[in-house]
C-alpha cells in the first residue's frame, strides 16, 4: 500500500468530518490508501459520527482507533505510524483540509527524493492566507534572529514557490517515510504537545535524513487550539515548556537555561510597547516571557489531560469506547 491517511482528533467532530470529506474528494486516483482515525477519548460524540460513515470513503477503508484514555499528540501519532500499512503516512490533525492536489504533490516531492523523510505542505489560515509551517531547527542562531525580530527572514522557512530543504515541518500536513519514522523509533512521548515534530525532524536529520517543505501542497489548517480561548493559559505552558525540553535534550541543560532571557526578551519588549500603546494590554506579552523564564511553571494541556482522565476514571465523563 503506497498511503496512510492518520488524522489524530480531541473534541473536533465537526472539523474531523470536514477533514475526512477533503480525504475523499481530494485522493489522487490509482494511488492504494486507507484511512486511520484516531479519537482521542472525545466526549463530542467523534467516534460515533465516524463509525457512521466507515466503508463510505472513496479513499479506502476507514479505520477508527478509540482511545478510552485522553494522551499526547506525540504518542497519537506514533501510535498511528506504527498502526499504519502504507509506504507514506500523512499525518494530519482534524482541522487540517487537503486542498486538490496537495497529496499528489507531497508523494512526488518524497518520490523525487529518496533522502527526505518527511515533506510538508504550505498550509493556509482559514481566510486563504499563508501561514508559516516551515523552520530553521531551534538554537542559538535562531534564538538570536527572533530577539533581533528577524525571524521571518532568518528563521521561517516556508513559502516560496519550489520544493527545498528545511529544518522543521509542522505535523498538521506532513507525509512520513513510515521506514525513517521507524529508524529513529517514531516520536518523543515525553514531549505532550508542541515542539514533538521539531523533535522528530531534528533526530531523522542527525539519521542522515532529509526534511521537505512543498509550497505546490496546500491545506487550510483551521487551528482550533488557538481560537479554544478557554485553553489559552494551557496552551501557553504546555508550549514553553516542551520547547525547553527540546533545548536541553539538543543542547543540554546548561544552554537551555543560558537562552532564557534571549527567548524572554522579544515578548518583554512587545510588553512595555503594549503598556505605552492606548488600549492595549501587556499582559499576555508578560504571561509569555514569563513561560520563556520559567516553563516549568504552571499547569498545561498535559495537566488538562490528566484531569480529564481522573473524570473518565471516576465515572463523571462516558469514556469513548474501543
Known sequence: MKLSYCVVNTNGRDDLLACLDAIEATAPPRVESETLVLDNASDDGSAEAVRARVGNARSGKVRLIALERREGKAANDSRLLREARGEYALLLNEDS??????????????????RAAAAGAQLLDSDGSPAACAWRLPG??????????????????????????VGWVQSSAMLVRRSAADQVGYL?????????????CARLHEAGWTILHVPGARATHHD???????????????????????????????????????LAFPNLLRAACAALAPG???????????????????????????????????????????
Open 224 to 262: 482550533q487550539l488557538a481560537s479554544d480561548s478557554t485553553g489559552t493559559d494551557h496552551r501557553l505552558v504546555e508550549f514553553s515548556r516542551n520547547r525547553d525540553l527540546y533545548l536541553r535534550k539538543h543542547l543540554g541543560a546548561a544552554q537551555a537555561l543560558a537562552m532564557r532571557p534571549l
Open 188 to 200: 518523543d512521548h515525553d514531549f505532550f504537545v508542541y515542539s514533538d515534530e521539531t523533535d522528530f
Open 97 to 114: 483540509e487537503l486542498t486538490p492536489g496537495c497529496t499528489a504533490a507531497l508523494i512526488e516531492a518524497l518520490d523525487g527524493e529518496p
Open 280 to 322: 492595549r494590554s501587556p499582559r499576555r506579552y508578560l504571561a509569555l516571557a514569563r513561560a520563556a523564564m520559567q516553563p516549568g511553571r504552571g499547569e498545561g494541556i498535559r495537566e488538562a489531560a490528566e484531569a480529564h482522565n481522573a473524570r473518565l476514571d471516576s465515572g463523571e465523563t462516558t469514556p469513548a469506547s474501543s
Open 140 to 165: 542559538w542562531g535562531a534564538a538570536i534572529a527572533s530577539a533581533l525580530f528577524l525571524h521571518r527572514r532568518f528563521v521561517t522557512q516556508s513559502g516560496g514557490e519550489r520544493t527545498h530543504e
